[in-house]
Nanobody, 121 residues
Framework: QVQLVESGGGLVQPGGSLRLSCTAS????????IGWFRQAPGKEREGVSC???????FFRDSVKGRFTIFRDNAKNSVILQMNNLKPEDTAVYYC???????????????WGQGTQVTVSS
């Protein structure tokens, strides 16, 4: 069983930055595609970014140019660096692991518990 733990959420002003980490225990994340998803109150969960086991990257259009994703192999983690944050980025952010990847939540088998990101002045 892959266990994922997110960290790094918090409150930030518009234009600020946050770095979210997704850390695993028990399995090497290099063998999985890792996706970041978010869910705002009253909205469906949506894919934000994904890094495939082959290194391919995916981003939803609204975060392109602001968010980056990369692996920290030394810590068996995947990082979501979020810059120039906007109020509409406010949500609970989840990381998830998949054998296939992409931005569709249904493609993911293992999920973390989520971390809150709030962008507000």
């Amino acid at each position: 069983q892959v266990q994922l733990v997110e960290s790094g959420g918090g409150l930030v002003q518009p234009g600020g930055s946050l770095r979210l980490s997704c850390t695993a225990s028990g399995y090497n994340l290099d063998y999985f595609a890792i996706g970041w998803f978010r869910q705002a109150p009253g909205k469906e969960r949506e894919g934000v970014s994904c890094i495939g086991d082959d290194g391919r990257l995916f981003f939803r259009d609204s975060v392109k140019g602001r968010f980056t994703i990369f692996r920290d192999n030394a810590k068996n983690s995947v990082i979501l660096q979020m810059n120039n944050l906007k109020p509409e980025d406010t949500a609970v952010y989840y990381c998830a692991a998949s054998r296939s990847g992409g931005l569709g939540p249904n493609q993911y088998d293992y999920w973390g518990q989520g971390t809150q990101v709030t962008v507000s002045s």
